[in-house]
């Protein structure tokens, strides 16, 4: 269905996203309005720096599934680069990886965490297995490598804060890239009846599927350039 440029299409964004993706979506008669409805943080613990540290000197496979947790553990590396494998979400969380990592500690990647489970049981890795991740982190990934008696020691690097604003406009989209900011967003408000939920992967879908009978369109790739695109598309169909 596509939108003559006079009926522009609403959309509220629930994180920053970049200013070339607003304007492509300005062309393309549809106005975008950020609002974030999380926070993350490092968490400043001389134990996790520790933590971090140690890990850092050890051959390890190691797995991300969030890029907040890339920054925080990347920003730790000083001379030398850590004799790692490592399993990490594709787009912005690979994109971080290769930043701080190279290109060659990549063992495996996938757009979801339960694909990237099935991937590591896949490969059984031998090296102590470590999964850096936020304290909202969800248990899939985990859940699916216990099954398989791989154990994985989680590192908790950052925190995540909801920010909880009242929505009073109507939009014809809105844009989701975490379980918890879709938490965060319905703890004050509901879906408008034909407004469309986008979000950037499955478990985010599965989380809006939880508070809202409204039709969810799933990004074909995690990131938030492919969701920003994927709603563009949809719209102008």
């Known amino acids: 269905m596509r939108f003559k440029m006079e009926n522009r299409i609403q959309i509220l964004s629930t994180r920053p996203i970049q200013q070339s993706l ?120 985990p859940e699916l490598l216990k099954q398989h008696s791989i154990e994985a020691k989680e590192t908790i690097v950052y925190e995540t804060t909801a920010t909880h604003h009242l929505i009073q406009k109507q939009y014809d989209g809105i844009l989701f890239f975490s379980p918890s900011a879709v938490e965060s967003f319905f703890t004050k408000n509901k879906a408008v009846e034909n407004t469309v939920l986008f979000a950037i992967g499955n478990t985010t879908a599965k989380e809006l599927k939880k508070h809202s009978n409204n039709k969810v369109v799933i990004s074909n790739e995690p990131g938030k350039e492919n969701l920003a695109k994927t709603m563009i598309n949809f719209f102008n169909a």
């Open 22 to 141: 607003i304007k492509d979506a300005r062309d393309a008669g549809i106005d975008i309005d950020e609002l974030t409805f999380i926070e993350t943080n490092p968490i400043q613990s001389k134990l996790v720096d520790k933590e971090i540290e140690n890990t850092l000197k050890e051959t390890a496979t190691v797995v991300f599934t969030s890029m907040n947790a890339v920054e925080v553990v990347g920003n730790q590396i000083k001379e030398h680069q850590p004799n790692w494998k490592i399993y990490c979400m594709g787009t912005t969380t690979q994109q971080l990886v290769v930043k701080f990592f190279g290109q060659n500690a990549i063992a495996g990647t996938a757009n979801d965490a339960a694909s990237l489970a099935k991937q590591i049981i896949k490969d059984q890795p031998k090296e102590k297995l470590i999964f850096f991740c936020g304290d909202q982190r969800r248990d899939e990934l």
